[in-house]
């Protein structure tokens, strides 16, 4: 495997409602990001799996994940992004190839892990799975009067995971100024051409309550 693969989880998950952090919520009886790093380790090109956990749980995550898969686990960070750059810092050497991978999206298949990792190695910088846009969508103002209908046909919803060759992944990082919420989105701005690659409805972000029932049908379903 040529693939290092960061897993940002250590959001409190305050959308899901009040409790555990999100990364650990229990679906189908084990917490989400046991359900991610085990479908992420499945696929072959993945040599090294790093995931950031909130400070509090480090040693809990470590211990949990023990038997699923061989994974370092560092402590996250305020946000999302400097999770992911917690997490870059401890890749070793080898892996070229490096893929972040929200550990809220746990029913994402490890045939996608495969299809982004093999974009990046076939030669594109930065790679990122997307959905058409399914629903009409406005612009509001603050007050939530509409001020137009943007052309959906020319929109993409992104999910994870995000592939990029690893120097462009650590030199937009190291330039990064206001936390985004995607990784592609820091390379946009170091002028980086980022490719898009059929995602997966199966990778969708379990954010809110109702995400979490649809996931607990597809699992028994036989996802
Ligand atoms: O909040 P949101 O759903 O956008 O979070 C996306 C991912 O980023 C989640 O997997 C979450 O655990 C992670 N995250 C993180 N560190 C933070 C905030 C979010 O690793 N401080």
């Not at 085990?38 to 090109?45: D, G, M, Q, Y």
């Not at 994870?160 to 100024?177: D, I, M, S, Y």
């Amino acid at each position: 495997g040529d693939v290092a693969v960061l897993v940002p989880a250590a959001g409190a998950g305050v959308r899901l409602g009040p409790g555990v952090p999100k990364a650990l919520r229990p679906l189908a009886g084990e917490p989400l990001l046991v359900h991610a790093v085990r479908r992420i380790a499945a696929a072959p090109s993945v040599r090294t799996v790093v995931v950031a956990a909130p400070a509090a749980d480090v040693e809990l995550v470590r211990t949990m994940l023990a038997p699923v898969a061989p994974v370092l686990v560092v402590s996250g960070g305020a946000d999302r992004q400097a999770s992911v750059a917690a997490a870059l810092a401890a890749v070793p050497a080898g892996p070229e190839i490096v893929l972040v991978h929200d550990a809220a999206r746990a029913l994402t298949p490890p045939e996608l892990v495969e299809s982004v990792a093999e974009a990046v190695r076939a030669g594109h910088d930065a790679v990122i799975p997307v959905l058409p846009v399914v629903d009409t969508i406005k612009e509001v103002d603050a007050g939530e009067r509409v001020l137009g209908t943007v052309d959906r046909s020319a929109l993409r919803a992104v999910q994870t995971p995000q592939g990029f060759r690893r120097p462009v992944l650590a030199a937009a990082h190291a330039a990064a100024g206001d936390p985004l919420t995607d990784d592609a989105g820091l390379v946009e701005k170091q002028g980086v051409p980022v490719v898009c690659v059929p995602g997966s409805e199966l990778a969708l972000k379990i954010t809110r309550p109702f995400d979490l029932a649809l996931a607990e049908h597809l699992l028994a379903a036989g996802a």
